[in-house]
């Protein structure tokens, strides 16, 4: 904990209200260590009860989290605003491997569409007039349907994290368990602990959710289940056929749980989509536009059976009321453009020869690594600290696995999105000396 900020309050919530506000201010960064319960209790002169109970609800909350031997530590991204929330920047001349976007430079241009928009807005509308539009609707059906996912009911949210959460807060309660992937994707982690929701670990392969880890978690207890259908985040893996059906079998017969797919890289993806949908009564297919068309296109298609969606839809209305029409008008538009989906196709195609480059460059040099789909490759590592400052010093910003993981063993994600082919060769080798500076026998330079 800095040095510079001192915890107050003789009340449980009074010490959990200094400790948001340091937080806040940016006086305890995340991962922040705090003190222990008993000499936290000691200093502020209360009992060790009074500070476990600030503990426990600023961990169901999702601003802390619990490490085991390493203590209490404020979470990587808590969900509070902060007057400092800056990422951290690489150092000067580094190449940033670690956001896990798309490459701007592909990304469709939307210019024209928006000048067609407004040349053609016709009448303003009023609250009466908004929703979802029949037309989204029905192309959105159409795309769908012809990737096996039934789509009668339908509507839009601000994205794929926005669709989930308000499908886990429709259907679950704080204290919940949720089967997540692990590793999995670290907003989705961040959304769970904000929630107060209790997450369990599936570890994963290059096919998807492992059956033994599904069947581990619903018997625990898990009240849902979110799966990534491809482009995994960080593994890449992708649900292969015989793994839908393996999990399909396992969750037959589950009317307690709720099934959610997320399929963000949509048009990205190069290899066949095995949906889940509808292998339990209560579903979710949920599908964003931000990878292919751009990350400031907040809209997700969300399909699933009559009653989750019209939960969602229902709680959308207590709240933002709905996602902006024109927003909704510019996604036609763009899927209706034959010369877009040339250029998503070209994307993807792109996407594909860097990742397979990178996977085949780090084998080649005795590091094999994960990325079938996507825009992410997964690398284990023995030693996530070491690997992470050795390619900072380097030249080369990457995330750290410990964003992604609850129980898996450490790693390095890498986003081929900012890389050129003649990046690929001096990546491999600075990753190389990084994660093993003296070379095992047989080492490929």
């Given at each position: 904990m ?5 915890l107050t309050?003789?009340t449980?919530?009074?010490i959990?209200?200094?400790i948001?506000?340091?937080?806040r ?6 991962g922040?260590?705090?003190p222990p ?6 200093e502020?002169g209360v ?7 600030a ?8 601003l ?6 390493h203590?209490?530590r404020v ?6 605003a902060?007057r400092?929330?800056r990422r951290p920047?690489?150092?000067p001349?580094a190449r940033?491997?670690?956001?896990g976007g798309?490459?701007?430079r592909?990304?469709p ?8 928009l ?9 609250y ?8 989204l609707?029905d192309a959105?059906r159409?795309?769908?349907?012809a990737d096996?996912v ?11 994290l926005?669709?989930i959460?308000r499908?886990?807060?429709a259907?679950l309660?704080?204290g ?8 999995g ?6 959304l769970?602990?904000a929630?107060?929701?209790?997450p369990?670990g ?8 492992a059956?033994?880890?599904?069947t581990?978690a619903l018997a625990?207890g898990?009240?849902a289940l979110v799966v990534?259908s491809?482009?995994q985040?960080?593994?890449?893996a992708?649900v292969?056929a015989d793994?839908a059906?393996e999990l ?6 589950r009317?307690d749980?709720?099934?959610i797919e997320?399929?963000h890289?949509a048009?990205?993806?190069r290899?066949p989509l095995?949906p889940?949908?509808?292998a339990?009564?209560?579903w979710a297919?949920?599908?964003?536009v931000s990878k292919?068309?751009?990350p400031?296109?907040?809209l ?13 839809a229902g709680?959308a209305?207590?709240?933002?009321g ?11 538009a763009?899927w209706?453009?034959p ?9 993807a195609e792109?996407y594909?020869?860097?990742?397979g480059?990178?996977l085949?460059a780090l084998?080649?040099?005795?590091l094999?690594a994960?990325?079938?789909t996507g825009?992410n490759?997964w690398?284990?590592?023995?030693d996530?600290t070491g ?7 380097a ?7 410990a964003?992604?993981?609850i129980a ?5 994600r890498i986003t081929v999105?900012p890389?050129d ?9 600075a990753?190389a ?6 070379g ?6």
């Amino acid at each position: 904990m800095s040095a510079r900020y001192q915890l107050t309050g003789a009340t449980a919530a009074a010490i959990s209200a200094s400790i948001e506000s340091g937080v806040r201010a940016g006086a305890l960064p995340a991962g922040a260590a705090l003190p222990p319960v008993r000499a936290l209790a000691a200093e502020l002169g209360v009992s060790p009860a009074t500070v476990a109970r600030a503990y426990q609800e600023l961990r169901q909350r999702g601003l802390l989290a619990t490490a085991g031997r390493h203590g209490t530590r404020v979470r990587p991204r808590p969900p509070v605003a902060t007057r400092r929330a800056r990422r951290p920047t690489p150092a000067p001349g580094a190449r940033d491997l670690s956001l896990g976007g798309p490459d701007t430079r592909l990304l469709p241009p939307l210019g024209p569409h928006l000048a067609a928009l407004a040349a053609d807005a016709g009448a303003p509308l009023g609250y009466a007039s908004v929703g979802v539009l029949p037309e989204l609707a029905d192309a959105a059906r159409e795309r769908l349907a012809a990737d096996g996912v039934p789509a009668d009911e339908i509507t839009v949210t601000g994205g794929t994290l926005d669709g989930i959460e308000r499908l886990l807060a429709a259907h679950l309660r704080p204290g919940d368990a949720v089967a997540v992937e692990d590793p999995g994707w670290a907003n989705l982690l961040d959304l769970v602990a904000a929630l107060g929701l209790r997450p369990i670990g599936v570890p994963v392969d290059d096919e998807g959710p492992a059956p033994a880890g599904v069947t581990a978690a619903l018997a625990a207890g898990a009240r849902a289940l979110v799966v990534t259908s491809r482009a995994q985040n960080p593994t890449g893996a992708a649900v292969s056929a015989d793994r839908a059906a393996e999990l399909r079998a396992l969750l037959a017969g589950r009317p307690d749980l709720l099934l959610i797919e997320d399929d963000h890289v949509a048009e990205l993806a190069r290899v066949p989509l095995h949906p889940l949908a509808g292998a339990t009564p209560a579903w979710a297919f949920v599908r964003s536009v931000s990878k292919p068309y751009g990350p400031d296109l907040r809209l997700a298609v969300l399909a699933g059976d009559e009653a989750t969606v019209a939960r969602v839809a229902g709680r959308a209305r207590l709240g933002a009321g709905w996602v902006s029409t024109v927003l909704q008008r510019l996604v036609l538009a763009l899927w209706r453009d034959p010369a877009t989906a040339g250029l998503v196709r070209r994307a993807a195609e792109s996407y594909d020869r860097r990742r397979g480059a990178l996977l085949a460059a780090l084998a080649a040099r005795g590091l094999p690594a994960h990325g079938r789909t996507g825009i992410n490759i997964w690398l284990p590592v023995p030693d996530e600290t070491g690997a992470l400052t050795a390619l900072r010093d380097a030249g080369w910003a990457v995330a750290p696995g410990a964003l992604y993981r609850i129980a898996a063993e450490p790693g390095l994600r890498i986003t081929v999105s900012p890389l050129d082919d003649a990046d690929v060769g001096p990546l491999a080798d600075a990753v190389a000396a990084a994660v093993r500076p003296d070379g095992p026998p047989g080492f490929a330079a």
